[in-house]
C-alpha cells in the first residue's frame, strides 16, 4: 500500500518533503479525493516543522487518519483520539521518538535522506488503515 509507493521512489522525482510524500502518497494509495490546494497544507510541516520539532511524516500521517476517520470535527468522531495515539505509540516504538531531530541522527543518510523515517510512518499509517477500513 502506502509504504510499497514510498519504497518506490514516489515523490523523489518532485523533491517532495517527508510530509509531503506522506500526505501526497496516502492520497493516491487511500483515494482521498484531496485536491492540489488541500495537499499544499502539508508543505510547512516537512523538517519537523522546520524547526526539527514534530516530524513531518508522522503528522502527516495524522492528517491522512483525520480525513478517513473524521466526519465533522474531532470532537465529534468517537475514533481520532485513539488511532492518533496509536500511530503515535507504534511509531515511536519503531523509531525511537517522534520528534525530527533525534530522527534526522539516528536515522537520516546521506544518499536516501529520511527514507526510513518516512518508510516507517507509512509502514504505520497503513497497519491502521488496513485494519480499519478491512482492506
Known amino acids: ?3 510499497a509507493l514510498i519504497e518506490s521512489g514516489f515523490g523523489n522525482d518532485r523533491k517532495l518533503n517527508c510530509a509531503e510524500k506522506i500526505l501526497y ?3 493516491e494509495t487511500y483515494d482521498l479525493g484531496l485536491s492540489s490546494d488541500a495537499l499544499k497544507l502539508a508543505a510547512g510541516f516537512g523538517g519537523g516543522m522546520a524547526v526539527e520539532e514534530a516530524c513531518g511524516a508522522i503528522t502527516a500521517a495524522v492528517m491522512v487518519l483525520s480525513k478517513l476517520f473524521v466526519e465533522d470535527t474531532a470532537h465529534k468522531s468517537n475514533k481520532i483520539k485513539n488511532l492518533t495515539t496509536e500511530l503515535l505509540y507504534s511509531y515511536e516504538t519503531k523509531m ?3 520528534i525530527c531531530k533525534p530522527l534526522k541522527k539516528n536515522h537520516r543518510s546521506l ?3 529520511c527514507d526510513k523515517v518516512i518508510i516507517t510512518a507509512a509502514e504505520c499509517l497503513d497497519e491502521i488503515v488496513k485494519r ?4
Open 1 to 3: 500500500m502506502l509504504k
Open 96 to 98: 525511537g521518538s517522534i
Open 132 to 135: 480499519e477500513l478491512n482492506l
Open 111 to 113: 544518499f536516501k535522506g
Open 25 to 27: 502518497g496516502a492520497n
